[in-house]
């Protein structure tokens, strides 16, 4: 109801009953992240705009969602529905995250585009943004967990080397923190790939 009533707010002709029989349908039986995804698909079932227009209303939408867990179901949106827009993608996973996370979100892209997605993290590993910059390292976990494994960044930790090496002494804690998952995941596969 919050989601529709925010929507509604930032685009006044969204058909908020339509979006909630379908996001409230079964919803009861599944899982968070299930949960999550529905609500990103009910949003696009209803939505009768392109994906760039459903864009700009969804940026409207993101500060006034009341929990980041919430806003996390606006990256999946572009996951979902962006793979053809891969710049407009970007630029839209970039500014979601600050409101939530876009850690399951960029790895489409990773798995479908990996040179191209892993340029653009590396420009994210330098911003000005930690949540940004978080997203750089955590986004290209290898084994992330609640998400699918990047076998080609598991078998070759040094694909996001770089990165890691941006972030390791990064002022955040935050950032710093998800540099040392990162490596963790790395130790499972390549423990002396870590400590070399």
């Known amino acids: ?10 685009y006044p ?3 908020a009953r339509a979006f909630l ?6 919803l ?9 995804a529905r609500v990103s698909e009910s949003l696009h079932a209803v939505l009768p705009l392109s994906f760039e227009e459903s864009l700009e209303v969804l940026r409207a939408l993101a500060p ?8 996390i179901s606006l990256p999946h949106y572009v996951a979902t529905y962006g793979a053809h827009a891969f710049e ?3 630029a839209a996973l970039k500014y979601f995250t600050t409101f939530g996370s876009a850690e399951f979100a960029i790895r489409y892209f990773l798995r479908t585009d990996l040179k191209r997605t892993l340029a653009v993290m590396h420009d994210w590993s330098l911003d000005k943004n930690e949540h940004v910059r978080r997203l750089a390292s955590e986004g290209c ?12 960044i598991q078998a070759d930790p040094s694909l996001a080397a770089t990165i890691l090496d941006n972030l390791k002494a990064d002022d955040s804690l935050y950032v710093r923190k998800s540099v040392a998952n990162h490596l963790n995941d ?3 596969d390549h423990p002396d790939w870590v400590l070399g």
Request: charged share 25%.
């Open 1 to 10: 109801k919050h989601i529709a009533t925010e929507m509604t707010a930032v």
């Open 13 to 15: 002709d969204f058909n």
């Open 21 to 26: 029989k379908r996001a409230n349908d079964g």
């Open 28 to 36: 009861a039986e599944l899982s968070i992240m299930q949960r999550m």
């Open 64 to 71: 006034r969602l009341n929990s980041g867990f919430v806003s």
């Open 88 to 90: 407009p993608s970007m």
């Open 141 to 152: 976990r290898p084994r992330l967990p609640w998400s699918f494994r990047l076998e080609q």
């Open 186 to 188: 790395i130790t499972k």
